[in-house]
């Protein structure tokens, strides 16, 4: 084997190595268990880890190599998913008592594709109480251990910040893959809603999920897309449209739309100071900047937002609530009830609502090709106890269009990261990876790895 580390690798690095078989699968996999049992103690991102069940994959995937003609882009690549994710004969939980001890019988469709990818399942990683607000586990931030790595999908950030995983699956519902991104250093692509399956998915709210992975380049974030996005009928809410590929290119000539008001004037200084300095880049890669405000219905729909998601919480839980209150943790309990008196009359106004906001962002790409946002108003905040705010994220979630969160800056006292999010309009995912790309190819924010590791 190759002397090699956690620390450097990515996803595109592997694939190479083991196809020049400089590293076999088991002694890839055989890094990462060394490098959970090394800094899980202190970062606290996993649920469970399957060491034997990861290595006993990857000596059947090494027995397998030679009959085939090329590796899979994602072969013997090892990875988490977050535990609302069903992964058959694991306990999926949900980070809440009412699914103790809850094993599925079936993959989610995203396992299932990244199984049959080659992929290797190292664990399980930690949420919110069912990805919802509040209750947020113990996880910390691998960049400062007093700080929290943001939510609902914490463990899975966590979990490839501190290299103990090449990739790790996550969700969204209102800022869950784009702010543990930007206070990990690291790169998320939320798609556009319905480009990946959410069967087998435990909903927060059904209509506003979204499922992505962590990773740390905009050139792993394509290979493992590539993978998991694309029709299932099982997913009614998933397009049937042919199976988008996504490519690295140096592709430039695009004009990104600088949101200025909401998104700059309750922005930490010092993220600021690196999104103006992102700005520059991009100009002096030859974008063409410009710069807009949000649309005029974006207040009204942040507020419908709220009305759905506890709605569609409360909807998806009434039974087990009704059973035993007292098993759902006290946020979690306070959201379903306030969800259980929204009148049917106010939710499909919400919805409406939601269309017309959705309406409104569309047009707003007929100004320009890109927005471009700070991800977060701050970086991680200090303490366990809160997740952050996803201000940020939430009105494209809702609205449903493709976002890409990647590193721009560290800040000076405490060496925080701190990202900016681009946004597309609906299917328009390759602009975000061109730009993106491009992005990385002329920075290293995305290079820098935590002291910890």
């Keep these: 084997m190759i002397k090699t580390s956690t620390s450097s690798l990515t996803i595109t690095d592997s694939h190479r190595l083991l196809r020049e078989k ?55 690549i090892p990875y988490a998913a977050k535990d609302i994710i069903y992964t058959k004969g694991m306990p999926t939980e949900g980070g809440s008592k009412v699914n103790k001890g809850f094993v599925p019988d079936r993959d989610a469709k995203v396992i299932q594709t990244l199984c049959d990818s080659g992929a290797i399942l190292l664990g399980k990683t930690t949420t919110t109480e069912f990805a919802n607000w509040g ?49 990990n250093g690291l790169t998320v692509l939320k798609a556009t809603y319905g480009r990946v399956s959410k069967t087998g998915v435990i909903p927060a709210s059904w209509s506003l999920d979204h499922v992505g992975a962590f990773t740390r380049t905009v050139e792993d974030t394509v290979l493992v897309y590539n ?140 100004e320009v090709d890109l927005l471009l946002t700070p991800a977060t108003p701050t970086p991680a905040p200090e303490g366990i106890l809160a997740t952050g705010s996803p201000a940020f994220n939430l009105p494209f979630t809702n609205a449903g269009v493709p976002t890409l969160t990647i590193p721009v800056g560290y800040t000076k006292t405490k060496n925080l990261p701190m990202g900016i999010q681009l946004i597309a309009a609906p299917m328009e995912e390759q602009k975000l990876i061109d730009a993106g790309y491009l992005f990385q190819k002329e920075t290293d924010w995305h290079l820098k790895t935590p002291e910890i590791v």
Excluded at 41 to 56: F, G, L
Excluded at 240 to 267: M, S, W
């Design 22 to 76: 400089q590293i076999s699968p088991t002694e890839l996999v055989s890094l990462y268990i060394e490098q959970i049992e090394k800094v899980e103690p202190e970062v606290r991102a996993w649920v469970r880890v399957e060491k034997e069940q990861a290595m006993e994959r990857a000596k059947k995937l090494e027995d397998t190599m030679h009959q085939l003609d090329e590796l899979p882009p994602l072969f013997a």
């Design 135 to 183: 209750g947020p586990p113990e996880t910390r931030n691998p960049w400062n251990l007093n700080h929290t790595p943001g939510g609902s999908s914490s463990g899975s950030a966590a979990a490839v910040a501190a290299r103990m995983a090449l990739m790790s699956l996550g969700t969204q519902t209102a800022g869950s893959l784009s702010r543990p991104a930007a206070y």
């Design 227 to 366: 993978e998991i996005s694309g029709p299932d009928p099982e997913d009614p809410c998933t397009w049937t449209l042919p199976k988008q590929v996504l490519h690295t290119q140096e592709k430039r000539d695009y004009t990104i739309g600088v949101v200025i008001n909401e998104y700059f004037q309750a922005t930490d200084s010092e993220i600021r100071r690196s999104v103006e300095d992102a700005i520059k880049q991009f100009e002096g890669m030859g974008f063409k900047i410009t710069y807009l405000d949000m649309p005029k219905s974006l207040e009204a729909a942040n507020a419908a937002q709220h009305i759905v998601m506890k709605s569609e919480t409360a909807h998806y839980h009434t039974d087990e609530f009704i059973k035993d209150a007292s098993r759902f943790g006290v946020y979690l309990q306070e959201f379903i009830r306030e969800g259980l008196q929204i009148k049917a009359n106010d939710y499909l106004k919400a919805q409406r609502i939601r269309t017309l906001f959705r309406q409104e962002m569309s047009e707003m790409f007929n």
